[in-house]
């Protein structure tokens, strides 16, 4: 059954200073559906002209009306903005899943409702957010205040669009900053709908704008070297994170990165093997691989080894490759047709490796168009195989065997990565003592993707730099001032 029958694909302007608006020279490129090949629409292709108008824009929305505003009205507009999102769940949820080919299950079941809950979440956390003050003896009162850090940039990947992006605006928005964002090139759409409802909410005009277009010498370089910019917020790969910061570092702007992960999902033999299966499946290949959490380095202790993969193999291959809108479909199509060759030339070099593909590693029967690949599991490649140490970002999981707690703690932080690990052990005092030593910033013990959104988020090593979360999040979005009052 399938439910793509009402979804409208929708073309994208810049919104910048409350309205759209095309590229001041008409350009546009195509938007194409990663599940059919076909083009779904245009987007105003912006660059330094675009983002220097928006920029412009957000800088002067900065003394505004909204600087006036107080934290309970920010509050409620950020709830507000939340209630419309879900108002119109479906639509978003069928845009998402035509711009990436996720399951439109997955868009409306997680990266939707996730994206109204960033903001409800932090209206209600900014409320409850308070200031250090000390006292020291009779001689003075020291307290501190918050303000904006001023104009965001906020610059987005394309695996969860909506989802990555409200994490930041919520936040940002909160703390009383304006903001430049710019969206993947490949997934613009509910980005653009996003600012329909920020300006329906009652954001003030030039306080939320967007610019549509690609990285270097486009809109994402011209965000990052802008002068006005004051600090940038960025998920995407380690290598682009690096290009923001040389050309931020003139204006030496706040940075807050999220970047890739090879996270390792570490499997004791004590495990409880029904709950490993289930969440490992989920863990490898929830949204085709094209997590930055996902756990694609699995290491298997050797007694269950061969249990495991028995299991794992079999549960693998009963997932469904499908059309994104067939309600069956467990994975859907690959982001895009660059990415999908460079996911398949990691196939490739598992083969050159000598690796055994247990199963997948090719283009479902049936499915003749579309960036369509079966997940993927590879066993038997040494530790020093790309297909171990850099990230794929895609269905395919390696299989590694180990022998001891201490080999396969040495093999996990054997990389410039350190965003996620996942430990599954029935022994409480290993799952502590190896989370202790795992070299990541987030560890899931006996679970995975389990997110408190008070809890700090972020990687360690070449996977990130500063956490969110709760505190963290308006700890990046904000400047404290500390003010003393001599007594
Ligand atoms: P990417 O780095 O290629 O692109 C991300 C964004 O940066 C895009 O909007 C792109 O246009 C822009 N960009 C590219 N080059 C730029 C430059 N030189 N200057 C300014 N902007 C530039 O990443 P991607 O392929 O879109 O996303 C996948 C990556 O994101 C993976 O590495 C994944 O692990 C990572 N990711 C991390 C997290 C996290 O929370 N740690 C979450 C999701 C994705």
Request: glycine share 8%; charged share 20%; with cysteine.
């Amino acid at each position: 059954m399938t439910t793509e029958t009402k979804v409208e694909a929708i073309n994208c302007k810049h919104f910048i200073n409350g309205q759209f608006v095309e590229s001041q020279n008409q350009k546009s490129f195509e938007n194409i559906n990663p599940a059919t090949e076909e083009v779904l629409g245009h987007v105003a292709e912006g660059g330094k002209e675009e983002v220097d108008i928006a920029v412009a824009a957000a800088r002067s929305a900065l003394q505004g009306p909204w600087k006036m505003t107080t934290l309970e009205e920010r509050s409620k507009i950020l709830r507000r903005i939340g209630d419309l999102i879900l108002e119109r769940q479906e639509e978003l949820a069928r845009l998402e899943s035509l711009d990436t080919g996720k399951p439109f299950s997955l868009a409306n079941s997680v990266d939707i409702p996730r994206a109204a809950y960033n903001f409800h979440f932090f209206a209600d956390y900014v409320i409850s957010l308070g200031t250090d003050a000390y006292q020291q003896n009779q001689e003075a009162l020291h307290y501190s205040i918050r303000r904006p850090v001023g104009v965001v940039g906020i610059i987005k990947p394309w695996n969860l669009p909506l989802l990555l992006l409200t994490w930041k605006l919520a936040p940002c928005l909160a703390m009383g900053n304006t903001a430049v964002i710019k969206p993947a090139e490949w997934t613009p759409m509910t980005a653009t709908v996003l600012m329909e409802i920020i300006k329906e909410a009652g954001v003030p005009d030039g306080v939320v704008n967007l610019v549509h277009g690609f990285g270097p010498n486009s809109a994402g370089g011209a965000i990052s070297e802008h002068p006005d910019v004051d600090a940038i917020s960025f998920i995407g790969e380690p290598s682009t994170g690096s290009s923001i910061m040389k050309a931020g570092a003139n204006s030496l702007k706040k940075l807050s990165f999220e970047l890739g992960g090879k996270n390792p999902n570490i499997i004791f033999a004590d495990a409880d093997m029904d709950e490993v299966i289930a969440t490992t499946i989920k863990s490898s290949f929830i949204n085709q691989g094209q997590v930055c959490l996902c756990g694609s380095r699995i290491y298997v202790e050797r007694p269950v080894y061969e249990q495991f993969l028995e299991k794992f193999v079999e549960k693998t291959k009963e997932l469904k490759v499908g059309k994104p809108f067939d309600a069956d479909t467990n994975v859907g199509a690959l982001v895009g047709q660059e990415h999908y060759e460079r996911v398949n030339s990691y196939i490739d070099i598992a083969r050159e490796d000598g690796g055994t593909i247990l199963t997948g590693g090719k283009r479902p029967e049936g499915l003749e168009k579309g960036y369509y690949l079966e997940p993927t599991i590879i066993a038997d490649l040494d530790y020093t195989s790309r297909c171990i140490n850099e990230e794929i970002f895609g269905p395919v999981v390696t299989v590694v065997p180990f022998d001891t707690e201490e080999e396969v703690i040495m093999q996990a932080n054997d990389t410039h990565y350190g965003l996620s690990a996942t430990i599954w052990t029935s022994n409480l005092k290993r799952g502590h003592r190896v989370a202790h030593q795992i070299e990541a910033g987030i560890v899931w013990v006996n679970t995975w993707f389990l997110r408190d959104l008070r809890t700090p988020f972020g990687g360690m090593k070449h996977s990130g730099i500063g956490r969110t979360g709760g505190a963290h999040s308006l700890e990046f979005f904000s400047e404290l001032s500390n003010i003393t009052i001599k007594l």
